[in-house]
């Protein structure tokens, strides 16, 4: 497919019919998969249908099967919930439904069905498409008015693609299933609330979330907010949990806590199976403590609100693959459900990825629940250990005589403290003695050091910014005073976290280990800057974040056009000479246009866009948004671009400028940076601590080898250690960028769901994989 040219594609859907539905529970991102699988089928000339209160709209037909255009699913990408309806239909789970259902669809020549929902959800496509050729025979015997003679080949066969929409991630073989991310971010505002008036009252808050079968919203949220407490269906505590929880909140209190935090998830249950409740919880806290405890039940707020960046980009990256896959389909082509991993849409056999999902279940109710977690999935596993290992203090089993040294340098990150919490956790737990540096580089080289505890970093997982203070201040220049500081603190290793300064800086500090043998200790960077543009990793933290906060502020422009006819909005993005924050957030705000370094632009590009944007306003739609990187253009600035906008477009549309500057750096961290900061900082503690006893030998650390200095990377799925070395080749200094981005895949995706002509080879089609127990992953994370 990727070799296919852009006529090539359109043709393929010609003559051919494809409808899209949206089914079970609402996730948020549903619009946004809608939109993308709308798009993307009148991209590629077929005719698409929406199909309106899931099945009951298509055994119901009517009214509720209509012809989209172009312009049907405008403006719907930052709606949450899903504006074609969804339902429950008993009707479809019979026969006479079914039959109904066919009979609806082969009346307006529709054989390709595109089906948003959960595992149910899925499971009733695959039963309509197996039923698919009996149902139109069996109409046919009825006598009713349909003409098999003048059916073109195809009516013969039914392809489907699902997508899953579940904001509880419980789907095999996909690393996110949309509305996960996004219900994460209700629940974590409302922590985060809770928190200050918990704090402010000296109070315990028992939150019951959602999951009645699967624990991922509850250890996830656990996980970024550092919760004191955490039951999951999964995981049943042991018996005599009640002691032990009331003992480790007792034990919080006396070291100075004035809060507690209990998550369960509403599926939560003991090791007999009896449920556990909010209520009981609190019952139980207020009777053996006296402390005033409160209960507050997430319920369906977890639903609601617009979906997040990562969701939006996640629906429109699995609704174009959907539509794909449906072109691409063949009689002999099984069902498949459009999954994620890594970084990159994958097709994934539908059947298994269902049967593998209810391995967990039966697994849970066979009380294996060791085996429940392993199915759940390496990251799921993963984060059940990490929480287990930062939640509570555990006595140091033997003090070693090793110092770990722990700064951040470059700008401020959202995800920083919370790598640093876990770091200094533990580093601790190892024995090891922890220093933070304040204030980077400049800190490391005035002495500028503190030694940390267990209780110095608590609650720092939800505080945005750099607790420790940073600053871009290289070591080149302070080489005597570092090394000075290294060897009156006895410093064994160094942990830097930060963006392009960061591997810049432990680069320098390499390279100058031939003069400072005092610099032969482990170092690590743990990348973090909002432009994601370290070297070695496919995410920073801090992008996230920063896209959400970019997006929100598209969000509210857009809306701010409402009420204006026919606006067009330049809107100036952050990111250096990266095009990742004005590339994502243009995918997840439908921007009409993203201008990046990456891919240059001349004034014709600017002109086939005032074509467009004049275009796209005779269709009555009111606004238009361009998003344009900070140094995409040395003479193309914004004020220039603003500036031909609002010439060329005179009489027909005016033109705004918006600077976002630096709101992109600030505010809480989103969960994933949360979540991603804490596994990084466990990581890279673990490494450390390996390369520490490596190269202990004489009563010292000596490490001079290129791999104990090294940037911790999340490449598609798989962590790595990268020797910064070895990275120099790998790098753009002069334009402090990767020489290679992987997110310019997506670059095609803005461009068709925005109508732009582009050419089809840019886009890379979807893999197949096969779903096996240890490829199941949860988390966009690892």
């Given at each position: 497919?990727c070799s296919?040219?852009?006529?090539k594609?359109?043709?393929?859907g ?8 949206t089914?079970?529970?609402?996730a948020q ?7 993308a699988?709308?798009?993307m ?7 698409v249908?929406l199909?309106?209160e899931?099945?009951?709209?298509m055994?119901?037909?009517g009214?509720?099967?209509k012809?989209?255009?172009?312009q049907?699913v ?12 969804s339902?429950?239909c008993?009707a ?5 439904g079914?039959?109904a259902?066919?009979?609806n669809l082969?009346k ?8 948003c ?8 496509a695959?039963i309509?498409?197996n039923?698919?050729s009996?149902?139109?025979d ?5 006598g009713?008015?349909?003409q098999?003679d ?5 009516h ?9 929409g579940?904001i509880?991630n419980d ?5 996110m299933?949309?509305g996960?991310d ?5 629940i974590m505002?409302i922590?985060d ?21 699967c624990g ?13 407490w ?21 034990g ?5 806590s004035r809060l507690?935090?209990i ?5 939560a249950?003991?090791t ?9 919880v609190k019952?139980?806290?207020g009777?053996r403590?006296?402390y005033d ?5 997430l319920?369906h ?9 990562f ?9 174009v693959e959907?539509?794909?896959a449906l ?10 459900a459009?999954?994620?991993?890594g ?8 059947m298994?990825?269902v049967?593998m ?8 109710n066979e ?13 799921f596993?993963n984060n ?9 203090q ?11 040294a ?20 533990l ?12 204030d980077g580089f400049q800190?490391l ?5 503190v ?11 939800g505080q945005g910014g750099?607790?420790?203070?940073t600053?871009?201040?290289?070591p080149?220049?302070?080489?005597a005073?570092?090394?000075?500081t290294?060897t ?8 830097v976290i930060?963006?392009f300064?960061?591997y810049?800086?432990?680069?320098q500090?390499?390279e100058a ?5 005092e610099l032969?200790?482990p ?6 800057t909002v432009?994601n ?6 995410f920073?933290l ?6 959400n ?7 509210k ?18 990111g250096?000479?990266?095009g ?5 957030t243009g ?16 004034i014709h590009d ?14 009555d739609?009111q ?5 344009r990187?900070e140094k995409c ?5 914004t ?9 060329e477009g ?16 600030g505010?809480a ?13 466990v990581k ?6 390996e390369r520490?006893?490596e190269?202990f ?11 104990t200095a090294?940037?911790l ?8 250690f990268?020797?910064?070395t ?20 997506l ?17 890379v089609?979807g893999?197949i994989?096969?779903?096996t127990r240890r ?5 966009h994370g690892?």
């Amino acid at each position: 497919m990727c070799s296919m040219d852009l006529e090539k594609l359109k043709m393929t859907g010609a003559g051919r019919a494809m409808a899209v539905l949206t089914s079970g529970g609402d996730a948020q991102g549903m619009n946004a998969a809608v939109r993308a699988v709308t798009r993307m089928g009148i991209y590629v000339g077929a005719k698409v249908y929406l199909i309106h209160e899931g099945y009951q709209g298509m055994v119901d037909g009517g009214d509720n099967i209509k012809l989209a255009n172009w312009q049907s699913v405008t403006n719907i990408i930052q709606l949450g919930g899903t504006v074609i309806g969804s339902a429950r239909c008993k009707a479809f789970t019979t026969r006479e439904g079914r039959i109904a259902a066919a009979f609806n669809l082969v009346k307006k020549g529709i054989t390709n069905l595109c089906v948003c929902g959960g595992d149910g959800s899925l499971t009733g496509a695959n039963i309509f498409r197996n039923e698919w050729s009996s149902l139109l025979d069996e109409l046919l015997k009825k006598g009713n008015s349909l003409q098999p003679d003048k059916w073109p080949p195809q009516h013969a066969n039914l392809n489907i693609v699902g997508l899953v929409g579940s904001i509880d991630n419980d789907f095999c073989g996909t690393d996110m299933t949309i509305g996960a991310d996004s219900a994460l971010h209700r629940i974590m505002e409302i922590i985060d609330a809770i928190m200050t008036t918990a704090q402010s009252h000296q109070r315990t808050f028992v939150l019951e979330v959602m999951g009645r079968h699967c624990g991922y919203l509850a250890l996830v949220s656990a996980l970024a907010s550092g919760a004191d407490w955490l039951l999951i269906p999964e995981a049943p505590p042991q018996e005599g949990w009640e002691d032990r929880m009331c003992h480790r909140l007792e034990g919080s209190r006396t070291k100075g806590s004035r809060l507690n935090i209990i998550i369960l998830a509403e599926g939560a249950i003991d090791t007999n199976g009896k449920p556990i409740t909010s209520t009981y919880v609190k019952d139980l806290v207020g009777k053996r403590l006296g402390y005033d405890t409160r209960v507050t039940v997430l319920g369906h707020v977890q639903r609601g609100g617009t979906p997040s960046a990562f969701d939006r980009i996640l629906s429109c990256k699995l609704g174009v693959e959907a539509v794909i896959a449906l072109m691409e389909a063949s009689p002999d082509t099984p069902p498949c459900a459009i999954g994620l991993s890594g970084n990159h849409a994958v097709r994934l056999p539908l059947m298994e990825c269902v049967e593998m999902t209810k391995l967990v279940q039966t697994a849970m109710n066979e009380k294996r629940f060791d085996e429940a977690i392993k199915l759940r999935g390496g990251s799921f596993e993963n984060n059940w250990k990490i929480y287990k290992l930062l939640a509570f203090q555990k006595p140091v089993q033997s003090e070693t005589s090793f110092s770990l040294a722990i700064l951040n340098v470059g700008a401020p990150a959202a995800g920083m403290n919370a790598a640093v919490r876990s770091a200094v956790r533990l580093a601790l737990a190892h024995g090891q003695k922890v220093f933070a540096v304040h204030d980077g580089f400049q800190g490391l080289a005035n002495g500028n050091l503190v030694e940390m505890k267990w209780h110095s970093v608590a609650g720092w997982t939800g505080q945005g910014g750099s607790l420790l203070g940073t600053k871009r201040t290289l070591p080149e220049k302070h080489m005597a005073e570092i090394v000075e500081t290294i060897t009156k603190f006895n410093i064994s290793a160094l942990l830097v976290i930060g963006g392009f300064e960061g591997y810049v800086g432990v680069l320098q500090l390499f390279e100058a280990r031939s003069r400072f043998d005092e610099l032969c200790i482990p170092m690590c960077v743990i990348p973090a800057t909002v432009s994601n543009n370290v070297p070695g990793t496919d995410f920073s933290l801090g992008a996230d974040t920063a896209v959400n906060a970019a997006m929100e502020s598209c969000d509210k422009i857009k809306q701010s056009a409402s009420g204006t006819k026919r606006r067009v909005f330049v809107v100036e993005t952050m990111g250096g000479f990266c095009g990742y924050l004005a590339t994502c957030t243009g995918i997840a705000v439908g921007a009409d246009a993203a201008y990046i370094y990456e891919e240059p632009i001349n004034i014709h590009d600017l002109k086939t866009n005032v074509d467009h944007l004049t275009e796209k306003m005779k269709q009555d739609i009111q606004r238009g948004l361009v998003l344009r990187n900070e140094k995409c253009h040395e003479n193309y600035t914004t004020d220039f671009i603003h500036r031909l906008y609002s010439s060329e477009g005179k009489g027909i549309f005016d033109c705004r400028v918006n600077v976002l500057g630096h709101l992109q750096q600030g505010g809480a961290p989103s969960p994933f940076d949360r979540n991603f900061g804490t596994k990084l900082g466990v990581k890279a503690i673990q490494w450390i601590s390996e390369r520490l006893n490596e190269n202990f030998r004489q009563g010292r650390v000596f490490a001079n080898s290129p791999d104990t200095a090294c940037v911790l990377g999340l490449n598609r799925k798989v962590i790595s250690f990268s020797p910064v070395t070895e990275l120099k080749d790998r790098t753009d200094f002069e334009h402090r960028v990767p020489l290679v981005h992987w997110w310019m895949n997506l670059r095609p995706l803005l461009k068709m769901l925005a109508k732009y002509q582009t050419s089809f080879c840019e886009y890379v089609p979807g893999e197949i994989e096969h779903v096996t127990r240890r490829s199941i992953s949860i988390d966009h994370g690892f």
